[in-house]
């Protein structure tokens, strides 16, 4: 948790004067020749989590290295990742190459030594540390703006959150048919009732199939699997449509969790 009672809020939850901030300390040994590799090593780990991870697109994100009078002082290289949001480009994250001024200035206030003794070189010295520092909630919103989507199914305009699977806050939605027929509501609430123990899933059976497909889309679900007849009558299993292309494929009912578990967890 992190407090900036100085700063003006604006742009919605981008700059707030309370907020959630995730950094590392990464300490490395010094030596000019050291803390390139490992700035370099953190900023390719923190733009493959921001893209393979999250799921930011990539044509929204930017790069800005502080150079000159935009270096702090006791810095040795800052990277910032930038993401254009409707407001205008601005930081996301920062990966920082601080040297050892962090354990100095606890040093010097604290009177303790905070050497560290390297069992393999056999020497000592104060780290030197990799600082990246990324808001969740700028984060979120980021995940927010780049999932929010446009486009025509059927000559109709649709709306919807192209959230990845991996982040999506509803893995998949379960959808009888009809409501009113037995034999559909049976099978589907079983297999919601399954999916439930390692998802977070949803189950609907209020109006047309239409209707319901395009309210999982406005919340980001990525699949749609639907019960219907030949699912009870010619054993013929479920069908499961995609969210961004609304493409369908009929699956066997026991063969469901293992399709999301490759499409959600990637195994």
Not at 62 to 88: E, M, N, R, S, V
Request: glycine residues 6%.
């Amino acid at each position: 948790k992190a407090f900036r009672n100085e700063i003006t809020p604006r742009n919605f939850i981008f700059r707030s004067r309370e907020f959630e901030q995730m950094e590392v300390e990464y300490f490395i040994p010094p030596g000019d020749d050291v803390w390139p590799e490992f700035h370099k090593q953190w900023i390719d780990s923190s733009k493959s989590f921001l893209l393979d991870v999250v799921g930011l697109r990539e044509d929204l994100m930017g790069w800005d290295i502080h150079q000159g009078d935009k270096l702090a002082h006791y810095a040795q290289a800052c990277t910032d990742i930038t993401f254009k949001f409707p407001f205008g480009e601005q930081e996301l994250m920062g990966i920082a190459a601080r040297g050892n001024y962090d354990l100095s200035q606890h040093t010097d206030g604290s009177g303790k030594n905070l050497e560290y003794f390297d069992e393999e070189t056999k020497e000592k010295y104060i780290p030197h540390c990799i600082e990246p520092s990324l808001g969740v909630d700028r984060l979120m919103l980021a995940v927010i703006c780049s999932a929010y989507a446009e486009d025509e199914v059927g000559g109709e305009k649709r709306n919807l959150l192209k959230f990845s699977p991996r982040i999506a806050p509803i893995k998949a939605v379960v959808l009888p048919l009809l409501k009113n027929k037995g034999e559909l509501v049976s099978v589907a609430r079983d297999l919601f009732e399954k999916l439930q123990k390692r998802y977070n899933v949803m189950y609907d059976s209020a109006g047309a199939i239409g209707r319901r497909y395009r309210r999982a889309d406005e919340v980001g679900i990525p699949f749609c699997i639907t019960v219907d007849f030949e699912t009870v009558e010619q054993d013929a299993g479920v069908t499961i449509r995609d969210r961004d292309t609304t493409e369908q494929i009929r699956l066997p009912i026991d063969e469901v969790i293992p399709y999301l578990s490759k499409a959600i967890d990637g195994y």
